[in-house]
Each structure stands twice: as structure tokens, then as C-alpha cells.
């Protein structure tokens, strides 16, 4: 097999600044067998990536979240690089049982030929099961808008027909296939956010490759990860070795200039005394368990307590944990030695007991610490047992300020639908028929659509189908809506005249069936998800639709869509990685409209703090976002 790019592959294009200083140091990056590169979505990622491998000129295997960014990377192959004699044919591949000169493929396909599995391959970016990033991220549990998948678990409601693709590894020797295809080059598209399996899958195929050479893209590097999980993804991808920053893109060109705002809403009345019932109980709580005579004999036993300094390295790898304790000690009265004041570094003074403190010391005794205390199992299990019954403990954390059931009232608040309205009029007022705005939620919410159109009561649920209601019910003159998920589309009824020729130009059939006299129609398309993608796309594109809901796992990642000039995050995502993936939809340039500015719209529910309370969970989620990737926003 040819070993060389020459007359095969030759960039087309113009290469911008940033992207001709990071080719101008390829090599002295490669020096470690690494590239890693860091950037934002929009600015050229790919177009470096495929450089990198020519310049390597060996066969490579490039592997991608999804099966739509892996198409996408042969798209680019072909339309940005591939000579006129090249075959594509001949040289791209996405079946890692054909392997050509290039491969793209995906990390679940490399986990499916690994385990030698049959079965099928869905269109998902692996970030459901993210070890406790994204999947608790999702206050279900599981992430919030994944579908069904050979390595994970079934959500709330899955997104509906996605990409899929049959495949047999039985008999496939991966490892046999990669030394007769001569692969020496291997690409990694945003590899950090996996599943905990693929993840396992792709280290195991990397340490029984030593002499590949590896090129790491990303736009989200793990930045809010634990120092484990950063070590273990440096590990992988060798240390960041360029990070091409937003301002430095806009400036280029490659980014439109854009603005993050985050919003904010009370809860309402209902929410707002659910709340402060919850709080009631938790401080009622807080009480018993200081009063419990049980736990007070077991803190006292702490080893740490009676021999301090043996424990002083201990206390201090964890010291906000040192500290409950003797906020705890000093609270009942238990004596301690006057080494561990000094220790604690606060002059001698400790805060008085509250609800965190006790958090903090119970998740000691009960999870992290037990061995260093003197209890029977039976005296635990009375303190879980007693904690459960209150609602305090979820997944082994003890939660005695804000958990689970919190966090969904905030999240969920009815009072961001109104926040959502508010944000589509401003947008419309200010943009006219040149709005583009999309609104990403988690879920779909397909049985509330026997609502549209009703004189019942709308239940305000964060979800594709309540929020298209919610926004036609507020009878705003001009703005028109639609919804793109994987198993509902909504489009006016006035796009019918369009719509057979354009769904023809991309070889589907479909039919738009009226929801009652609202003025809109599901439209039902035969043909493969990408296709319906694209169809409403378009209609997106020319103003037949100003504002399009959606769910992110369609449309979060790996969706083109330049036209988009406002965005709103209706989501309940956590994380700085997903966040700026999904941001990347609103930044990106368009050439039809070389003046556009983006907005990014951030949600939050603010509950009303009384002193000494602890701070919004809703909020905090979002500023955590923003303190990860300070430099990206």
C-alpha cells in the first residue's frame, strides 16, 4: 500500500494564522509521538487534524464521538483535500474491516471490534456514562437526552430514530487488520468525554500500539475533571501543546464575536415553598443528629482524635473534612488535643455547627472514612436507614442541603419557560425575519403533544414539545417556530408548497398532517435521520422558521447549522465540556451573513437565600462552566 499523501491529498484552502503556527511546530510537538491541539468548535479543528496526517504520510485510523462526525470527516477529506486523480474509493474508508489508506470510524465501533461483539451501532457521542460527570449531571440519573445503545442503559426518553448500523466482529482481529493496513497514524476527535467502557476499550488498543503516532483533537478538554481523570486524559493525548483561544479566533475570522448572558428566574410560589419545607426537615434533621448520643460516641472514637499527629497528613490531604470534625468535637463538647487547633491553621477558631458541617461528617463516618472510627455495622446501617428515610442520602453522598429532589425543582422551574419567551421576544424585536434562534433542551416530551393546540392547561416541563407550545400560546406576531428531534418535527404550515421538492433534493418522502387550526404540522419523513436533519435545516436557513427547538443530542454536537445567531440553553447540563459543545452551535461564521454576532443565553433559577443559606445549586452549576473554561467564554 502507498505510504505517502503526494497526489492524494492537498489542501485547497487558505491557511489562517493560528493554523500555520501550529503546522510551523508540528514536528517539535511530535517529538513526545503527540500532537495535542486545543480550539474552539468552528475553528478549523478538522482541517488541522487532516494536515497533520498528511504531512505524517502513513495510513491512519481516525476515530470520532459519533457516526455523524465521523461522515463529516470524510466529507472534509473529499471536498477540502482530495486530489482530482485520487479515488475516494480507494483511499477512505469507514469500516474497520475495510481499511483503506484513511479510516474514520468511532470509538464505539473500536469497542464493539475490541469485545468482537454483533449488534448494532447507534448514533451517540458516548457522554451518558462519563464516570459521574455527565450521567449526574442529569438529575434523572442517566443522561438526560441519549437513546438506547449497546453499551449503556435506556433514559427518560430516548431522542428517537438515529443513525444506525449493523455490524460482526466475531471473527475480526483488529489488531491483525491495523499491521496489514500499515497503520502508524492515529487521530483522536475529542476522546475525553467516553463512556467508562470506551474509554477502557481505547487505552487498551493505544498500550498494544506503542509506535503510533497520535494526533489529539479537541475543543473541550476535561478542565472540571478530577486530578485523576485529567492525569489519565494527559496520559492518552500527550500535554496540551497549542490552545487557540476565542478572541484570537474571532479575530482571524474563524469565530463570529458573541456574548454568553445567563438569565435569571424565582421560582414560583409552589416551588418556592417546596422548597423551604424541604429545608425545614433537613434542618429538623440536623437536630436529631445532633442530639443522637450514638453518633456522638462514635466521632469520639476517631483515631485521629487520640493519636493526632500519626493523623496530621491525613487531616490535612482533607481539610474541610478535618475541620467538621472538630466543628463537630467543639459543638458536643469532646475534648481534642490543642496540636489539632494549631493545625487547622484558623488561630483556634472553628464556625459553629450547621447543615454543611454535618454533611461533611457524616459523609466520613458513614462512606470515606469508617475505618478510622470505632462503630458496629448495625449502629451504620441505623444511621443510613434513619438518613434515607429523609431523604439525605442519593448515591452514597449524604445530602443534608441540597439534593436531588432540590436540584430538580430548581432545574426544571416553571419560571424558565417565561425566561425562554422573554429571551425569543427580545431576539425578535432587535433581529426581525433575521433571527435564527435555537433553544436546546434535554428531553422531547412527545406525550404532551396531544396539548398542542388544546384549551388545556399547559404543564411548563424543560422539554421540545412543551416549550414549542408554551412560545405559540404567547401569540407572538411574526416569530415563527418548529421542532427538529429524532422523532418529533414541527413546521408551519406554510413551508407545504417547499416541501416536496425539497425533500426530494435530499431523496426522502414525507407528509405534514395539521395540529388542529394552530397554523402548524408534524411533518412525517421517510427516510434516514441526517436527511430529515438536513430538510428543516434548510427551511431553518431561508426564515421559514425564526425559532427552532431541539434536543441536544441531535443537535448539541457535530450539527452545521452557520445561520444560528441566538442560542438559549434550556438543559441541565453541568459540565464545562458539554456546555461549550453545545455553545459552538451559535459561534460559528456564516458567509451569507459576514456582520453576524451571537448570544448565548444560560438559564438559571435563583431561589431566594435567607442568611446563613446555602448558595443556588442551579447557579453554581452554570459558574462552575464558566470557572473551567475561564478562557473559552
Known amino acids: 500500500m502507498n505510504t505517502g499523501y503526494e497526489g492524494i491529498l492537498q489542501f485547497r484552502g487558505k491557511w489562517r494564522d493560528y493554523q500555520e503556527r501550529v503546522l510551523l511546530h508540528a514536528q517539535q510537538y511530535l517529538k513526545d509521538g503527540k500532537i495535542h491541539i486545543v480550539a474552539a468548535p468552528g475553528s478549523g479543528k478538522t482541517t488541522l487534524g487532516i494536515e497533520l496526517i498528511r504531512r505524517l504520510g502513513a495510513p491512519c485510523l481516525i476515530f470520532s464521538p459519533s457516526i455523524t462526525i465521523r461522515q463529516q470527516w470524510l466529507m472534509r477529506i473529499q471536498e477540502g483535500f482530495l486530489t482530482e486523480e485520487a479515488d475516494p474509493q480507494e483511499i477512505l474508508s469507514n469500516n474497520l474491516k475495510q481499511m483503506k489508506q484513511m479510516t474514520a470510524t468511532t470509538y464505539q465501533a473500536l469497542y464493539s471490534a475490541m469485545k468482537r461483539e454483533q449488534g448494532t451501532l447507534e448514533e451517540d457521542s458516548g457522554e451518558a456514562a462519563e464516570e459521574d460527570a455527565a450521567a449526574s449531571e442529569a438529575v434523572d440519573g442517566v443522561d438526560a437526552a441519549d437513546s438506547k445503545v449497546a453499551a449503556g442503559g435506556v433514559t427518560e426518553e430516548a431522542d428517537g430514530e438515529k443513525e444506525t448500523e449493523q455490524v460482526d466482529y466475531r471473527d475480526f482481529d483488529i489488531f491483525k487488520a491495523v499491521k496489514e493496513a500499515g497503520i502508524t497514524t492515529i487521530c483522536l476527535d475529542e476522546a475525553h468525554h467516553l463512556r467508562s467502557e470506551w474509554w477502557k476499550a481505547l487505552e487498551t488498543f493505544l498500550d498494544k500500539l506503542p509506535d503510533v503516532k497520535i494526533i489529539a483533537l479537541t475543543a473541550t478538554p476535561p478542565y472540571d475533571s478530577t486530578p485523576a481523570q485529567w492525569k489519565r486524559y494527559i496520559d492518552m493525548c500527550g500535554p496540551i501543546d497549542e490552545e487557540i483561544f476565542t478572541p484570537e479566533l474571532v479575530k482571524e475570522g474563524s469565530l463570529c464575536p458573541h456574548q454568553d448572558y445567563v438569565y435569571f428566574n424565582w421560582p414560583t410560589r409552589e416551588e418556592e415553598a417546596y422548597v423551604r419545607e424541604h429545608q425545614k426537615r433537613m ?207 414541527i413546521v408551519p404550515m406554510a413551508v407545504e408548497a417547499k416541501l416536496p421538492e425539497l425533500l426530494a433534493q435530499y431523496g426522502c418522502s414525507g407528509t405534514l398532517n395539521p395540529l388542529g387550526d394552530t397554523g402548524y404540522g408534524q411533518l412525517m419523513i421517510k427516510g434516514k435521520s441526517t436527511h430529515t436533519v438536513a ?71 435563583i431561589f431566594p437565600k435567607e442568611r446563613g443559606q446555602q448558595s443556588n445549586t442551579d447557579a453554581e452549576a452554570i459558574m462552575k462552566c464558566w470557572n473551567a473554561g475561564l478562557n473559552h467564554f
Open 283 to 489: 434542618q429538623m434533621q440536623v437536630q436529631k443528629m445532633m442530639a443522637d448520643e450514638t453518633l456522638r460516641r462514635i466521632v469520639s472514637s476517631h483515631q485521629g482524635l487520640m493519636h493526632p499527629e500519626e493523623y496530621s497528613e491525613r487531616f490535612l490531604d482533607k481539610p474541610e473534612y478535618f475541620t467538621a470534625l472538630l466543628v463537630y468535637c467543639q459543638a458536643k463538647g469532646i475534648p481534642f488535643s490543642g496540636y489539632l487547633r494549631k493545625l487547622i491553621g484558623t488561630k483556634g477558631k472553628l464556625p459553629g455547627m450547621d447543615a454543611h458541617w454535618m454533611e461533611v461528617l457524616l459523609q466520613g463516618v458513614l462512606y470515606e472514612d469508617r475505618e478510622s472510627y470505632t462503630m458496629m455495622e448495625a449502629e451504620r446501617e441505623s444511621l443510613l436507614q434513619e438518613l434515607k428515610e429523609a431523604g439525605a442520602i442519593y448515591r452514597n453522598k449524604v445530602a443534608l442541603r441540597d439534593n436531588e429532589a432540590i436540584k430538580k425543582v430548581l432545574m426544571k422551574s416553571q419560571g424558565k419557560m417565561e425566561s425562554i419567551h422573554t429571551i425569543v421576544q427580545a431576539e425578535y424585536e432587535a433581529l426581525g425575519n433575521d433571527l435564527r434562534l435555537l433553544v436546546l433542551c434535554d428531553y422531547i416530551k412527545k406525550d404532551k403533544l396531544p396539548e398542542i393546540g388544546s384549551k388545556d392547561t399547559l404543564v411548563t416541563e424543560l422539554g421540545a414539545v412543551p416549550i414549542f407550545e408554551y412560545l405559540r400560546r404567547q401569540n407572538m406576531t411574526g416569530i415563527r417556530l418548529g421542532v427538529l428531534s429524532g422523532t418529533v418535527i
Open 535 to 605: 430538510v428543516v435545516t434548510e427551511l431553518f436557513r431561508q426564515g421559514e422558521i425564526h425559532t427552532l427547538i431541539g434536543t441536544k443530542s441531535l443537535l448539541g454536537e457535530g450539527w452545521d447549522a452557520p445561520c444560528i445567531n441566538s442560542l438559549i440553553l434550556a438543559t441541565y447540563v453541568g459540565s464545562f465540556m458539554l456546555s461549550n459543545q453545545m455553545r459552538g452551535r451559535a459561534i460559528r461564521t456564516d458567509r451569507e451573513q459576514p456582520d453576524k454576532t451571537g448570544n448565548i443565553w444560560h438559564l438559571a433559577c
